[in-house]
C-alpha cells in the first residue's frame, strides 16, 4: 500500500491534487483492512489442531481407569466445545477466516473423534471406510454454514479415500455409486470460490483435488474392464485438460492452471503406458465378449466421459481454424476410437508411438511460435521419454543408445540457444 509521504511527494509535484490522493488513499486501506490476515489464519488452524491433540493426549492418558458413562461423557465434550466454537464464529466473526476455519476444523475432528470413541466403548463393529464416509458426510454442513475451505478439503478427501478402500466384493454394486452423489454435493462450495474469491490459493488447492479425486476413483467404483479403464482414463484427461482452456478459468492468474497441467502430463503418461505392445495383448478382448461389455457401466461413463469431451472441444474452439487445437486436445478422440478398432489394427502400440512423437513435435513447434521456452523444453521431453523407453523395450546396443541420447542432449542445447539468441534479437528490434 501506498504510504502518506508517498502521496504528500505526488501532489507538491502537481501530479495529483489532494482530494484524488485522499480517494486513493481511502481505496488502498479499505483493501488492505478487506484482506484476510493469511498468517493469523494459518495460526489459527494450527491451533485447533494442537488443542484437539492435546485433549486427546491427556483423556487418552487416564482413559482405562473411567468408566463407561465417564468416556461417553468425554467423548462428546470436544464436540458441544466445537459446536460451541462455531456458533460464535457463525454469528459473530464471520468476516474472519481464521475463526471460520479454526472453529470448523476442531469439530471436524471433534466429530472424527467421538464417532470412534463412542464405536470403541460401546463394541460397534464397522469398516474404515464406512467410518470415513459417515464423519465427513456429518461435517459437510460446516462448509456451507462456515464457509470453511479447509473441511471442504477434507471432506474430498475423505470421500476420495472411501471410494478406494470399500470392500472389493462391493465393487459393481450400487453402494459404490454413493461416491458421485458425494462429490456433487461439494461443487456448489467449489462454485462459490470461483464466483467469490477466483484468484484464492484455496480455489487453486480445490482446482488440484478436484480432477485428482475422479481420476483416482472413478474406475474403482465400476466393473470396469480394463481396456475401458484405458479409455476412459484418456477421455477424462481430455476433458480436464478441456476444461482448463474453458472461460471458466479466464479470471484466474494466467500463469495457475492446474486443470490443463493435469490433463497435459496425463495424457502423456497415459500414451507413454499405452506405447507397450505387451500392454494391447493382455487388453485385447475377443470381438463378442467386446460387444457385451458395450453394455456395461464402465461403458457408458467411458463414452458419456467421450462426449462431453467433444462437446468441450468444440464449445472451446468454435469458429476457429482446426491449427489452433492444441496437440494434447486431440488425443482422447483418437484413442476411443483406436479402442474400438483395435481388431482392425494388429499392432496399436505402433499408432501409439507415431501419436507421441507428433505430441512431441507438434509441442516443440508451439514453444518455438510462441517464443516460450517451457513449452519448446516439454515438447522436448516427450520425445525424450519416448525414445528413453523403446531404448528399454527393444534390442539396441549401449553404443547406439549413447549416440541417440548424445544427440538428444544436443538437441536440447541447440533449441534452448536458438530460442534465447531469438529472444534476445527480436528485443534489439524494439529496442
Not at 476413483?217 to 466393473?223: I, P
Not at 478441456?242 to 497435459?264: E, M, R, T, W
Not at 488425443?331 to 483406436?338: E, Q
Amino acid at each position: 500500500m501506498k504510504t502518506n509521504n508517498d502521496f504528500s511527494e505526488l501532489v507538491e509535484a502537481g501530479i495529483i491534487d489532494a482530494d484524488t490522493a485522499d480517494k486513493i488513499e481511502g481505496f488502498y486501506q479499505k483493501k488492505a483492512d478487506a484482506a484476510p490476515n493469511r498468517l493469523f489464519l494459518v495460526f489459527a488452524i494450527l491451533g485447533a489442531l494442537l488443542v484437539g491433540l492435546g485433549i486427546i493426549l491427556i483423556v487418552a492418558h487416564n482413559w482405562d481407569n473411567m468408566s463407561r458413562s465417564i468416556k461417553t461423557t468425554l467423548s462428546f465434550i470436544p464436540v458441544i466445545i466445537g459446536q460451541i466454537a462455531c456458533g460464535y464464529a457463525l454469528f459473530k466473526r464471520m468476516e474472519s477466516p481464521a475463526w471460520r476455519e479454526g472453529s470448523a476444523l476442531f469439530l471436524f475432528f471433534a466429530v472424527g473423534a467421538c464417532i470412534s470413541l463412542v464405536s470403541q466403548i460401546y463394541h460397534i463393529e464397522g469398516n474404515t471406510a464406512v467410518f470415513v464416509v459417515s464423519w465427513v458426510v456429518l461435517c459437510l454442513p460446516l462448509v456451507y454454514l462456515l464457509r470453511s475451505s479447509a473441511v471442504a478439503l477434507l471432506y474430498i478427501l475423505g470421500i476420495t479415500f472411501y471410494a478406494l478402500t470399500i470392500q472389493r466384493e462391493a465393487i459393481g454394486h450400487w453402494s459404490t455409486h454413493y461416491y458421485w452423489l458425494l462429490f456433487l454435493l461439494i461443487l456448489p462450495h467449489y462454485y462459490f470460490l470461483y464466483k467469490n474469491h477466483p484468484n484464492g490459493n484455496t480455489l487453486n488447492i480445490l482446482h488440484l483435488f478436484v480432477p485428482l479425486s475422479f481420476l483416482c476413483t472413478w474406475s474403482f467404483v465400476l466393473e470396469a474392464q480394463e481396456i475401458f479403464i484405458l479409455s476412459g482414463f484418456a477421455s477424462l484427461l481430455g476433458v480436464i485438460y478441456l476444461i482448463g482452456h474453458a472461460d471458466f478459468f479466464k479470471p484466474q492468474k494466467a500463469n495457475i492452471n492446474v486443470y490443463i497441467g493435469i490433463g497435459s502430463v496425463g495424457t502423456v503418461i497415459l500414451l507413454l503406458i499405452c506405447s507397450y505392445s505387451d500392454i494391447w495383448k493382455e487388453l485385447s478382448l475377443k470381438e463378442g465378449v467386446f460387444a457385451d461389455q458395450m453394455m456395461s457401466w464402465s461403458y457408458v461413463f467411458t463414452l458419456g466421459f467421450t462426449l462431453l469431451g467433444i462437446f468441450l472441444l468444440y464449445h472451446n474452439y468454435k469458429g476457429k481454424s482446426l491449427s489452433s487445437i492444441k496437440p494434447v486436445a486431440w488425443v482422447f478422440p483418437l484413442f476411443f476410437a483406436l479402442i474400438h478398432l483395435h481388431f482392425v489394427f494388429s499392432h496399436p502400440a505402433i499408432i501409439i508411438n507415431l501419436l507421441l512423437l507428433a505430441l512431441g513435435v507438434l509441442t516443440i513447434r508451439e514453444g518455438a511460435l510462441k517464443n516460450h521456452l517451457g513449452i519448446l523444453n516439454y515438447g522436448l521431453l516427450i520425445i525424450t521419454c519416448l525414445i528413453t523407453i523403446r531404448f528399454f523395450d527393444t534390442k539396441i546396443s549401449f553404443v547406439w543408445r549413447g549416440v541417440i541420447f548424445l544427440v538428444i542432449g544436443a538437441g536440447f542445447f541447440l533449441l534452448n540457444n536458438w530460442m534465447l539468441r531469438r529472444r534476445k534479437n527480436l528485443s534489439n528490434l524494439e529496442s
